[in-house]
């Protein structure tokens, strides 16, 4: 009889000897002995304080995925540090704004540390009282205007390094027009002197309706415009347009790591990678995939509510899946008629489409049974699973599990249930809601949980993830939330009076939105205002009528088309400053360069 391949006897000895010479990659701190890198930089790498540069976070001891090189992710040093600057390129009115506060909501969300450092906002904030920044300003030929546009560019970029070499800093995105190969260049000598990895995402737009729109949402809201006629004001940004024409030059390097993004918004357009790998850089390839996929945007809003109240809930009990208790069958019944009130209605004036999603538990089920909407069942939509400490009440648990009950309290945003899950779970299986519901191009009514729908309100309004668990969801309430053309919402809660609520398993609510803090960024000492950076507030809008808008294209020979979209959407423009207004909070930032 022939031997056996396996040969058993030994198959223990040869697996220890094995694992004994596998390698984790988790273990490995690499290096790299690029000769091109300055001296200061190769000492760096090796983790050794410098007199010319600050250390990238020398704890931290995870490496990445990659290394650096001059093109940004392969081959280069301080791979360990783990921070990311995205760059981002396009001429004005392509969306840029849209696409950085989209990113920076959903990494900060999978707890990956973002900021927006928005370059037209550090130009603004510089200019002198009386020094007037129209199209002349950003020709190429003008050299006060490139000396005062250089100033900007350096400053973000200062402070973009300076934020990023924080303590828990991880990603940052660099908001301007980057429009030529050698800006490009000096960014990539930049960020490689500073031990930063850094890929290039281009936006490019030819399709003239989104065009129309953009410049329309570019008249209403940038400070830029404020107080300008808007025939002029129109004129004047698309002369400028025209001066970044001029000198604009499309990302062609191969040897850069890039995403190309061409017309994505018309649903026939194409995203091109190239070089894209790594953890960080796949998540935002998937979202962006899903952010322009669903074509030229149209007026849209996304309704959460909670279920209406359960029988547990009179019971203070939690999860479980009990039915609706009388006033939560009093709210299922008075729903329909508070949503069908606030569709959106689109250029013909008919109702735009609507989708129900729910829970696979009955209390969401039935909550939206008389919603006239086709509705799906999505079971990542449960409640945050209690463990063993389901159907108990939280003084039960306190009682029962006095050491459990201390450790949720301590860190609610972690706390695992014994058997059950955490809120960084929640976020972990609503990851393919999110991706959906941003792909999706039709109005959304999410019926759902407290646990659940914090998490999706947290990421639709970019709150830091450490208060996701404290975000305020009533019962018998709508939240509605309007898309706006930068990427971030409008908040209104809608209370829907059923009678006397009993009472509700949940403690620690928070009161309504606020505009969402994020780590403190070092000043330069030549500026005493604000910086460019995204902070949840900033600029301010014109405030202009549509009509006026209209006429103002059709002078400029545009077409009084583009302001037909001017009702609603969610088309790619420019920031929206945050206000407070009717109820509604509108969390924004700083306006588009």
Not at 419 to 427: A, F, H, K, N, T
Request: hydrophobic share 40%; net charge neutral; glycine share 8%.
């Amino acid at each position: 009889m022939e031997d056996s391949p396996l040969r058993p006897t030994s198959s223990i000895k040869e697996l220890r000897e094995l694992v004994r010479n596998v390698i984790s990659f988790k273990d490995l701190r690499l290096v790299s002995t690029d000769p091109d890198l300055p001296p200061n930089a190769a000492a760096a790498a090796d983790g050794r304080a410098t007199p010319s540069r600050r250390r990238s976070n020398p704890s931290r001891e995870t490496p990445t995925s990659s290394n650096i090189d001059a093109h940004g992710l392969s081959e280069g040093v301080n791979v360990d540090n783990g921070r990311l600057a995205v760059i981002m390129v396009g001429l004005p009115a392509r969306g840029k704004t849209f696409l950085c506060n989209k990113l920076m909501s959903y990494l900060n969300w999978l707890g990956h540390p973002t900021c927006h450092f928005n370059v037209g906002a550090y130009r603004r904030n510089q200019r002198g009282e009386h020094e007037i920044q129209d199209a002349a300003f950003f020709d190429h030929n003008n050299a006060e205007g490139r000396a005062a546009r250089e100033m900007a560019f350096r400053a973000a970029l200062e402070d973009m390094i300076a934020w990023l070499r924080q303590e828990r800093c991880q990603v940052a995105i660099y908001d301007a027009t980057n429009s030529t190969q050698e800006r490009r260049e000096l960014l990539a000598r930049e960020l490689k002197a500073a031990g930063v990895k850094f890929l290039f995402i281009e936006s490019i737009c030819n399709a003239p309706s989104v065009l129309q729109q953009n410049l329309l949402n570019k008249m209403l809201y940038s400070p830029d415009y404020r107080g300008v006629d808007m025939e002029q004001a129109l004129n004047d940004f698309m002369d400028r347009i025209r001066r970044y024409e001029e000198v604009y030059e499309p990302i062609q390097d191969r040897a850069l790591h890039y995403i190309k993004l061409t017309d994505t918004t018309t649903g026939l357009g194409h995203i091109d990678l190239n070089r894209i790998s790594g953890y960080l850089a796949g998540k935002m390839v998937v979202l962006l995939m899903n952010v322009c996929k669903s074509g030229l945007a149209r007026a849209r809003k996304i309704w959460l509510t909670r279920h209406g109240e359960s029988e547990y809930n009179q019971l203070a009990l939690i999860g479980g899946d009990s039915g609706l208790s009388s006033n939560g069958e009093a709210y299922a019944a008075a729903l329909p008629a508070v949503l069908k009130s606030r569709v959106p209605r689109d250029d013909e004036d008919a109702p735009v489409p609507v989708c129900v999603w729910t829970s696979t538990l009955q209390r969401t089920i039935r909550t939206a049974r008389h919603l006239p909407f086709p509705k799906v069942q999505w079971r990542a939509l449960d409640e945050i699973d209690a463990g063993i400490c389901d159907g108990l009440t939280y003084a039960q648990i306190a009682e029962t599990y006095p050491d459990e009950y201390a450790a949720r309290k301590a860190d609610k945003l972690r706390y695992r249930y014994p058997r059950g899950e955490s809120y960084l779970d929640v976020i972990a299986r609503t990851e393919p809601v999110i991706l959906e519901m941003e792909r999706e191009g039709e109005s959304l009514v999410v019926v759902s949980h407290q646990a659940v729908l914090r998490v999706i309100l947290g990421y639709l309004t970019a709150r830091p993830q450490q208060e996701i668990p404290s975000i305020s969801i009533p019962l018998h309430t709508v939240i509605e939330l309007t898309p706006l053309p930068d990427g971030t919402v409008a908040v209104e809660y809608i209370p829907v009076p059923v009678g006397a609520s009993g009472l509700e398993a949940s403690v620690g609510d928070a009161p309504p939105l606020a505009a969402p803090p994020l780590p403190p960024l070092p000043r330069s000492p030549r500026r005493s205002s604000a910086s460019g950076r995204h902070s949840g507030g900033g600029g301010g809008g014109g405030g202009v009528d549509a009509a006026v808008l209209a006429a103002a294209f059709a002078a400029t020979g545009m077409g009084a088309g583009a302001a037909g979209g001017a009702a609603g959407g969610i088309p790619l423009g420019t920031l929206v400053a945050a206000e407070a207004s009717g109820g509604a909070f509108v969390v924004g930032g700083t306006p588009a360069s």
